[in-house]
């Protein structure tokens, strides 16, 4: 069953149809996708999930799909919840707890947002779709689009990260590496909509990957026992899953399934790449874009963001906040986790440890709280420490100096 009532302009609340091949609203503002939530809650009930399989897809009365013979799927899994004791005791901090993403196919949470927008595109009859990319997003789009018997044009800034471009084209994606930022690409998405008649699949200008997003929410209260956290930590560069974890919870409420609590939202960036830091200081609506915005974090190579205040309205909200760490704080983050806990985070997820050690020194986290940090990808994607000391087998070891 379906229970999608309409798609509506984020900023302006004008209604559009649903069940239509859209992007953008007519005010230039990304659309989202509202349900009748009334008749959802008559045709379901959380306690009917737990006969359903462990993946994203059991709350598919919450997504668009019309057919489920649209569902294009990998095997979205839901991700664990994993507690990382040491770290919080070394940190003075509350409960911690890492939700592992790195889980999902092509090893990132873009496998939840874009296995809804690749479904929702094969059942308005995409066959070609296109999108800029650091690189994760473009590996999962390659990947569904295979899947799906769709074409995907994947377009990478020249620093992306071999490993993911690579895993474009691995996945039958048409990559390329273009001399630029990502922000400096859209032209390039443009051109080829009119030239050879590709879907736009840029972050936040079609409806549908919000909603693949937000699943994360969904799926963090169903693990916490239909309770949330007293802070999210998120890495932010599109803002994609913030925005959408944000409404999940107020369906939920909707729905009934949870209560009026929220956590704090906190939107992590880079100190040189932090456009919504900066809105958030200063007390704007929208956020400027920063100019460069080179980082080494790849996943916050974000200068601007369509969704810009979408986020800043979520994190005012929630009565949480934007912060930013330097990039040399990443790495030792990343380190530390993985050997005080068996944690193997990614650099964006690293990015939101070092954030919450900074906001609980700065007394901007509770030492009580309870805080969940998304690791949004496989820490395998991204380099690792050289190992360089050698044995030799033929030559006698001295074992009390290994």
Known sequence: MNFVSHLECSLTGARYPAGRLMGLSEAGKPLL???????????????ALLRRAPEMWRYRELLP?????????????????????????RLGGGELLVKDEGR????????????????????????????PTAGN????????????????????????PDITVSEIALLGGRAWRVNGI??????????????????????????????????????????LGWELPDAIFYPTGGGTGLIGMWKAFAELEALGWIGGKRPRMVAVQSATCAPIVRAFEEGTEFAAPVEGGHTSVPGLRVPATLGDFLILRALRESGGFAIAVDDD???????ALAQSDGIHLCPEGAATLAAYQKALAEGRIGRGDRVVLFNCATG????MPPVTRRLDRH????????
């Open 104 to 131: 999902l196919p092509t090893g990132s949470f873009k496998a939840r947002g874009l296995a809804v927008a690749v479904s929702m595109a094969k059942e308005l009859g995409v066959t070609r779709m296109a999108m």
């Open 329 to 335: 704080e990443v790495e030792p983050a990343r380190a």
């Open 182 to 223: 990502i922000t400096e690409l859209a032209p390039i998405l443009d051109g080829g909509t009119a030239a050879l008649h590709w879907f736009n699949a840029s972050t936040l200008k079609e409806p549908y990957r919000v909603e693949g997003k937000k699943t994360m929410g969904i799926e963090l209260a169903e693990q």
């Open 380 to 383: 395998l994607k991204y380099p």
């Open 33 to 47: 996708v509202r349900y009748d939530l009334d008749r959802l809650r008559r045709a379901v009930s959380k306690e």
């Open 137 to 160: 997003a473009g590996a999962a789009l390659a990947a569904y689009c295979t899947r799906a018997g769709i074409e995907s044009y994947v377009f990478c800034p020249e620093d992306a």
């Open 65 to 89: 799909m019309r057919d489920a013979a649209s569902i294009v799927s990998l095997g979205e899994m839901m991700t664990p919840l994993i507690a990382a004791p040491a770290t919080a005791r």
């Open 395 to 402: 030559q006698p070891i001295d074992y009390t100096a290994l």
